[in-house]
């Protein structure tokens, strides 16, 4: 267990242990006053004063954000332990009503330590709980005192017993129902982001593994790249005479151009941070450039982009992995609808909200669960090799984003991009 988790539960132990000196302080005000027992007020208000002074001191590290470790934990019951040993001890031994409070270290150890320890715990209670049966100091009623009789040989100290039983029972129902469930639920939210953190190493070992593919593969195709860019050059030369052909091998060119850019900001940005490879930009361009260079490798497939953001327009990091991220879900958006998309952009809470708006059908419920998974493609048949929307998640995570399909009326799919601006923003490098 990590130093926040025993921070966390240390804080809830000093939560219960707040509840503790309360119900002791109420328990000894009403036996004095309404039952009129004498009890040792110096004992009771110094193992009082005590847990409050041990209280504070803990609080205080806990205010400084000292480490807390195991051992600590267990010092704190432990001593929990002793002090409330010396108050039953002072204050009518096994029959003080609220002896139960023994459990309450217990639960604690139970919960947020080691079997060891929680066994040790459950020894040195129930030690304590028997020595108390013959080793303490009686407590004697007042108004009883002229007939020698003292609390536990007492009809009216048995009664007092029975209510105090009942207390003590309603006191450690809310105690057990609150603060153990809250350590219960603080066990399964760190089981749960441990469980998360592995599915983040895992899609960042398949990342690596890609960008590594990605690079050799641009290596590879850069010399092809550039023998088809000289050769289309020439045929633009030789046939400009023929309107036609002459557009076709220049758009020809245009496409082999922008291959060849992907694959150089694919090599120069190889092992750069994200502030070095970056640079800043006001949202608007950002997505406006990225939408004209979609048109270009894409111009059968009209794309109409509504932009609605604030002026002035806030920076964002012009980041070509976020850049290449929208490409993929406006090309799984055009894929799914060649006769035209729609994208809008807008700021609602802090948050860059970008739609991207198709008119094909919605995915079945297998397949839409499937949807980002590596390798799992629904277009196998055109080609699709199943990882433009998986790495498409990826950035946005980076960036701590999302995207969202959900169906549109009366057909279509909207696919749904949220990026907080704060993230998006430029790091100033140290």
């Avoid at 088809?228 to 060119?253: C, Y």
Wanted: proline share 5%; net charge neutral.
């Amino acid at each position: 267990m990590s130093s926040l988790a025993f921070a966390t539960n240390l804080r809830r132990l000093l939560w219960l242990r707040v509840v503790m000196m309360a119900a002791l302080a109420l328990a000894s005000i009403v036996a004095t006053r309404a039952f009129d027992i004498a009890l040792p007020t110096i004992e009771v208000a110094s193992a009082i004063g005590l847990m409050l002074v041990v209280n504070l001191f803990s609080w205080l590290r806990l205010w400084r954000q000292a480490r807390i470790h195991e051992l600590e934990l267990l010092t704190q019951l432990l001593l929990d332990i002793a002090l409330l040993t010396w108050l039953f001890y002072v204050t009518g031994g096994y029959s003080n009503p609220f002896v139960w409070m023994y459990l309450l270290p217990l639960s604690v150890a139970a919960v947020a330590l080691p079997w060891r320890y929680t066994w040790l715990i459950a020894a040195l209670v129930i030690a304590a709980y028997s020595l108390l049966m013959f080793w303490y100091e009686p407590l004697t009623i007042h108004s009883a005192m002229h007939h020698g009789a003292s609390y536990h040989e007492h009809d009216q100290g048995f009664s007092l017993h029975l209510l105090g039983m009942w207390g003590g029972f309603v006191v450690s129902a809310i105690v057990i129902a609150f603060f153990v469930e809250r350590m219960g639920r603080n066990l399964r939210e760190y089981d749960k982001l441990l469980a998360e953190s592995r599915e983040k190493l895992l899609a960042s070992e398949r990342m690596l593994a890609l960008g590594t593919l990605a690079t050799g593969a641009a290596h590879e195709l850069g010399t092809p790249l550039s023998t088809m860019a000289v050769i289309t050059q020439e045929l633009v030369q030789e046939h400009q005479h023929d309107p036609g052909l002459s557009s076709s091998l220049t758009l020809l060119r245009k496409q082999i151009d922008r291959c060849k850019e992907i694959l150089s900001s694919i090599t120069a940005s190889a092992g750069m941070m994200r502030s070095e490879a970056a640079s800043s930009m006001p949202a608007d361009a950002f997505i406006g450039q990225v939408t004209e260079r979609w048109q270009e490798m894409r111009p059968s497939t009209p794309i109409k982009v509504d932009i609605q953001l604030p002026q002035p327009c806030p920076l964002i990091v012009a980041d070509l992995a976020l850049g290449q991220a929208l490409t993929n879900l406006i090309n799984n958006a055009a894929d799914a609808s060649p006769h035209g998309i729609s994208l809008s952009a807008r700021v609602e809470q802090n948050m860059l909200i970008i739609d991207i708006h198709d008119q094909g059908s919605f995915p079945s419920a297998d397949r839409l669960a499937l949807i980002g998974r590596p390798f799992h493609s629904t277009k196998q048949d055109a080609g699709g090799l199943g990882l433009g929307i998986f790495l498409a998640k990826s950035v946005l995570e980076k960036f701590d984003g999302e995207v969202a399909f959900t169906p549109r009326q009366p057909q279509g799919t909207l696919s749904r991009v949220r990026i907080p601006l704060k993230n998006l923003q430029l790091k100033p490098t140290p």
